[in-house]
């Protein structure tokens, strides 16, 4: 092959590199499971406007408790929860991240010892991480989210750390917390400074010392800066909003041109910046908040860097017409 020919084949190469790691610069993670008008999974993911979908919530589990998950009117005892197994799948196979949340604001749940920690790890691992049969069908899910609100602060250290060994010795999956805003957290300050969570969804909201309210976004954007320094820089910390007024009862709903024009171009700057995550699917539905803000959640520099790179790929390969020959 002629050198000539080698080399802008290499630069085309390298140009659908940079394409493809656009992904990973900002995206939109969702609640999915606590309301009948969520609509279906196949449904949430595709409107396209999620990269990950966290399942909620497994609401009863540890300290040698009976496992149990809350789907409100989604499946339960009268539709087993094993036909959303298609639905995780074609997700999976849009490229929608799914998750599966621990916890809740409701819930029956703790941890009693580090044993029962590692019985919780494998538990999630067998059932729910390895495409085993389980309560949710044959299913090798992305992740496992914690949403400890309540019980014991006990811990749950020694479950990220348990996941986190069994994540390194078979596939990888990502672990995320979704602390409230003010510091620190009660239940997962002790976990999140493990710094084994990928990703950090930070619930500003309900939470009025750390929330936007009637105008003012300084209190949310002092905590936003606070959390992305608290946790390591490789752990991609989300802005955890009400995707509508009702999804909050006390407070922290930002219209969605507030959050474009004051939020977003201020978050964006932190080099662990990860997206916006919404509470929760069925409020997202009926207010198109997603629909409103997914274009403005990509980082401008990497839109800048595709936009630049597209724009040589047109040159190179408008180049290469002329150099190679015509195909008859
Ligand atoms: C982040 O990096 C630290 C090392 O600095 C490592 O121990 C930890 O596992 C990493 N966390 C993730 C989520 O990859």
């Not at 494998?122 to 400890?148: A, K, M």
């Not at 954007?221 to 608290?230: I, Y």
Request: hydrophobic letters at 35%; charged letters at 15%.
């Amino acid at each position: 092959m002629a050198p000539k020919r080698q080399a802008l084949i290499l630069i085309v190469l390298s140009l659908l590199t940079i394409n493809t790691s656009e992904a990973a610069t900002g995206g939109i993670a969702i609640y999915w499971g606590q309301n009948n008008g969520d609509g279906t999974l196949t449904s949430t993911c595709d409107t396209g406007n999620y990269e990950i979908v966290v399942l909620s919530f497994l609401t009863t589990f540890g300290c040698s408790r009976t496992p149990q998950w809350n789907f409100a009117g989604h499946c339960g005892d009268w539709s087993p929860c094993t036909k959303l197994q298609p639905e995780i799948q074609h997700c999976q196979q849009k490229g929608v991240k799914v998750f599966l949340s621990l916890g809740g604001a409701s819930g029956s749940y703790s941890l009693c010892s580090p044993q029962d920690a590692k019985e919780v790890a494998d538990y999630l691992f067998s059932n729910f991480l390895t495409g085993r049969y389980g309560p949710l069908g044959s299913v090798t899910l992305d992740g496992i989210d914690f949403d400890i609100e309540g019980g014991s602060n006990l811990y749950w250290d020694d479950l990220a750390k348990e996941l986190d060994a069994l994540r390194q010795t078979n596939n990888y999956f990502y672990l995320s917390a979704a602390p409230q805003c003010p510091i620190p957290d009660y239940y997962l300050d002790k976990a999140i400074k493990t710094g084994l969570f990928d990703y950090v969804f930070v619930q500003f909201y309900n939470n009025p010392p750390c929330q936007y309210s009637n105008g003012n976004t300084g209190p949310l954007l002092g905590s936003w800066d606070a959390w992305t320094s608290l946790v390591l820089p490789n752990n991609t910390v989300f802005m955890g909003l009400p995707a509508s007024r009702e999804a909050a009862p006390s407070g922290g709903y930002i219209p969605p041109n507030v959050l474009i024009s004051e939020v977003l171009p201020y978050i964006k700057q932190a080099s662990n910046y990860g997206g916006i995550m919404l509470w929760s699917r069925f409020q997202d539905v009926t207010n198109h908040y997603s629909d409103q803000i997914k274009y403005y959640v990509t980082k401008y520099m990497l839109r800048f860097v595709k936009a630049v790179s597209n724009a040589i790929s047109d040159c190179v390969s408008a180049a290469l017409h002329r150099f190679l020959p015509k195909p008859y």
